[in-house]
């Protein structure tokens, strides 16, 4: 292959570790095909986070076609990247990000080291690379980190507000059916659209939402992080926006299977965190499926009050629980302050806490029987592959999606949407744990079963990335 012939595709997440796992994953896979060239764009912030957790030099010297970049997300390096700040953060992309990234393209055009690119690949969030690529003639790929269900509300926001579905205040309309997304007609109630549509329309969020949205459209292809045997009918509408679509997820369960030696996937840093491992001897010790393992993710923070049900529910349900309490979990670094006597011997009888845990390697421990989560898609997508049943408790974003798909379409687990009080949790996480309903058992194991049939050879996840891999070969002729 001649030089100018290689094939590089510039990669660029929205700076937040949700975003930049899936993409990180993607990017080993596509760097694993061989021939393929890989710029990876990094905010500064979260490039110097992955070079504390992992040997940088050391992946180059497997991946010597693999190479990381990192640009200014506009915010101070010492500014944890949660809460109200993440807004900031998305604004920050248009008016900072957005000129650096076209000066790194420009600059790797001009490079002779390495062949010029040929495709971008951009979160779904970062749709100013659209306009960068199509000024510099570079085809582009649009990479909504989402599932499918969640991006196709996304996408329909603007619907929503014409009509009249949101803005929605009163309690009384919660649970009032969505009609305006087409396909979705008897899934949603108002309070499982996401967390952005309880906010005013005039909100810059919303507006933030509705334009990358609408932009997305611009691109000819997109690439999902799910299976088609998940989410078929909704691929298929969403097919009807795009040239191409390539559904690969789950992106690290596909990467764990094709990956050709025996070395630790860079994606696992991903999470931009250091694991506690010591997790993992704990749960050797616990019964099969007796552990309900809780994370709520990178970025949902917990008011005490909440916090503290939380723990009173884990203590009273008896159950040994596994609980990833980060250290800026609680919002405002509020002080976690005196607590009781009960929860301090409940937790030290059948509970162990971690800052950060090892997750995809929890949910595949056979002692781990469900899943308390903020139904991030990355954990959805992990809990669905292990076939562990979960509960939901969704903040923001596409998280009220998930959760409601989980509980009413897929049937792998329980939706406690907008309730945070002990004694409901408590029941839940009993239910989950001694009842299961033999619906929820079935369906969980028999999605798990096609998750697993997606990543194989010849499963359908294997195939559209073989696709995906051809064709980004052929825009580099
Ligand atoms: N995660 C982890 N250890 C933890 C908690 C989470 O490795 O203790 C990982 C998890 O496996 C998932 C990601 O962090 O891949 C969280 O992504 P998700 O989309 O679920 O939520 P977000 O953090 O974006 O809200």
Not at 215 to 238: C, D, G, H, V, Y
Not at 267 to 280: A, N, P, T, V
């Amino acid at each position: 292959m001649e030089q100018d012939k290689v094939p590089h595709v510039v990669i660029l997440p929205l700076p937040l570790s949700g975003h930049v796992k899936p993409m990180l994953s993607l990017a080993e896979l596509l760097c694993d095909a061989g021939f393929l060239i890989i710029t990876f764009v990094n905010s500064d912030y979260n490039h110097d986070r992955l070079e504390r957790v992992m040997d940088i030099q050391a992946f180059y010297n497997r991946s010597p076609g693999f190479r990381f970049v990192s640009i200014s997300d506009g915010l101070p390096l010492d500014q944890p990247r949660l809460g109200p700040i993440i807004l900031q953060l998305f604004f920050n992309t248009r008016t900072v990000s957005k000129p650096l990234f076209r000066e790194i393209l420009i600059s790797l055009r001009q490079s002779t080291e390495r062949s010029p690119p040929t495709c971008i690949i951009a979160d779904g969030l970062m749709c100013f690379a659209i306009d960068v690529a199509e000024e510099l003639g570079v085809p582009i790929i649009t990479f909504p980190t989402h599932g499918s269900h969640g991006m196709w509300t996304i996408m329909h926001t603007s619907n929503l507000i014409e009509e009249g579905e949101v803005p929605f205040q009163e309690e009384s309309d919660m649970d009032k059916p969505i009609t305006s997304i087409p396909g979705m007609e008897s899934l949603l109630r108002r309070r499982d659209l996401p967390g952005n549509c309880r906010l005013e329309v005039e909100n810059p969020l919303i507006k933030f939402i509705i334009s990358e949205a609408s932009a997305m459209k611009r691109a000819s292809t997109l690439i999902l992080n799910t299976f088609e045997e998940l989410e078929a009918p909704i691929i298929a509408r969403l097919g009807s926006f795009f040239d191409k679509v390539y559904a690969i997820g789950p992106l690290h369960a596909l990467l764990k299977t094709r990956i050709k030696d025996s070395s630790q996937p860079v994606s696992s840093f991903g999470s931009l965190r250091k694991e506690d491992s010591s997790c993992m001897e704990w749960l050797n010790s616990q019964p099969l499926k007796s552990v309900i393992y809780v994370s709520f993710g990178s970025v949902v923070e917990l008011s005490r009050d909440q916090l503290i049900e939380f723990w009173h529910c884990l203590v009273n349900s008896r159950k040994p629980f596994l609980w990833v309490v980060r250290p800026d979990l609680i919002e405002g670094n509020e002080e976690l302050g005196q607590i009781s006597e009960e929860i301090e011997q409940g937790t030290k009888e059948r509970g162990y806490m971690v800052s950060w845990a090892p997750q995809e390697e929890v949910l595949a421990h056979p002692s781990v029987g469900g899943f308390l989560t903020h139904s991030g898609w990355n954990s959805t997508l992990e809990s669905i592959f292990e076939g562990v049943p979960m509960i939901c408790w969704p903040q923001a974003a596409d998280q009220q999606v998930n959760g409601r798909c989980v509980s009413e379409l897929w049937r792998v687990g329980f939706d406690m949407k907008d309730t945070c009080d002990r004694f409901i949790i408590e029941k839940m996480v009993r239910n989950l744990m001694e009842d299961k309903s033999e619906e929820i058992m079935r369906s969980t194991n028999e999605i798990a079963r096609m998750a697993r049939g997606s990543v194989k050879e010849n499963g359908s996840s294997h195939c559209n990335l073989e696709r995906l891999i051809e064709d980004l070969r052929l825009m580099s002729l």
